[in-house]
């Protein structure tokens, strides 16, 4: 079972333009929801991450939009950029004690076209 | 942040051989990760190495399949016994970022392809 539901697979967006990257879940023990970035032939880094408590966390042209009464949250890419270009994860943990309490989403791949 | 080094990058294997891949980390820590990611897929937390105790596998991992050491603070190695053309995939080594949170740090990965 996904713990974690992730959309688009794919997603093309032109540069300038906005990538919207969603995921869901049900699990509402979670309480940290990081975003990782993985480039072709390099390990996944963490790029944002909100806790519950906000509805919102900004760094740059990242932002997360966190929906605590819908199980959702969203990355917002704007004014997208061809060095953007790479696979998003979203994940989410509970009670951190070791990585089997991360789950990741199954991953976005962004291509932004110049 | 912490540094990590994986060997090999990229190895091509034959069926029924095996293949052990290393971690090397820049700082001592206390828990490190193995994770595959299949291709186009998300990440899959194979085990959790703590060093100077056993590994603990995940469910659909075992310890025939998938043997890992953990000598000392700073290093670790997971072996891929009697490959398969399923096991053809990256793996991932990465230790914990800050603690109490999800953040983890990940190494370039392991890229295997079996024949």
């Known amino acids: 079972q996904q713990q974690v539901k992730q959309s688009p697979q794919s997603l093309i967006v032109q540069k300038g333009g906005i990538s919207i990257i969603n995921c869901a879940y049900e699990n509402t023990a979670f309480d940290y929801f990081p975003w990782y970035q993985q480039f072709p032939g390099k390990g996944p880094a963490l790029l944002i991450a909100i806790r519950p408590d906000v509805s919102e966390k900004k760094e740059g042209r990242f932002t997360i939009s966190f929906n605590k009464s819908a199980k959702q949250f969203s990355l917002h890419i704007m004014d997208s950029q061809p060095g953007d270009s790479a696979t998003y994860f979203c994940a989410a943990s509970m009670g951190w004690t070791g990585a089997n309490n991360l789950f990741f989403g199954t991953g976005t791949r962004l291509t932004v076209i110049p | 942040s912490a540094v990590i080094s994986q060997k090999p990058s990229r190895d091509i294997c034959q069926r029924g051989t095996s293949l052990t891949i290393q971690c090397q980390v820049d700082?001592?820590?206390?828990?490190m990760f193995w994770y595959r990611q299949q291709p186009g897929q998300s990440l899959t937390l194979i085990a959790t190495a703590n060093q100077g105790s056993e590994a603990t596998y995940e469910s659909g991992f075992v310890i025939d399949k998938f043997p890992i050491s953990r000598p000392n603070l700073t290093f670790s190695t997971l072996t891929v016994s009697n490959l398969s053309p399923e096991d053809s995939s990256i793996y991932l080594c990465?230790?914990?970022?800050?603690?109490?949170?999800?953040?983890?740090?990940f190494g370039e990965g392991s890229r295997l392809t079996v024949l």
């Open positions: 700082s001592q820590v206390t828990m």
């Open positions: 990465s230790v914990v970022g800050r603690a109490n949170t999800g953040e983890l740090f």
